[in-house]
């Protein structure tokens, strides 16, 4: 079965940590592995972050693409999608309204 990179890196952190789980302190290769062990777990939380974001900005873009009419233009680059949910509006008259809050 072919993986793709994004998907060996999780394997390379167990890898090493079960590497690391079986070495003496003393060996020779234990400070190597254990700074390529911090090594790819910096590199898997970069890739976590930039997956979040990526995420984020594919919901910014539905989210102006449902717009009628498309006016207001939602896509920042420093903008990002907190929360949506449902709201009354009382006047004039009640009305069911659908929000979207963005960090701006």
Do not use: C, W
């Not at 167990?14 to 234990?30: A, N, T, W």
């Not at 974001?53 to 233009?73: M, P, R, T, Y």
């Amino acid at each position: 079965i072919l993986i793709t990179p994004i998907q060996r890196i999780p394997r390379y952190s167990l890898l090493l940590q079960e590497l690391i789980k079986h070495m003496s302190m003393k060996h020779v290769d234990y400070n190597n592995v254990s700074k390529a062990l911090d090594g790819v777990l910096s590199v898997a939380d970069y890739l976590e972050e930039e997956r979040a974001k990526s995420e984020n900005i594919d919901k910014v873009i539905a989210i102006q693409e449902k717009l009628e009419g498309n006016s207001v233009k939602l896509v920042q680059p420093s903008r990002t999608f907190i929360t949506e949910g449902d709201a009354i509006q009382e006047m004039p008259a009640l009305k069911l309204r659908h929000l979207f809050l963005f960090n701006d």
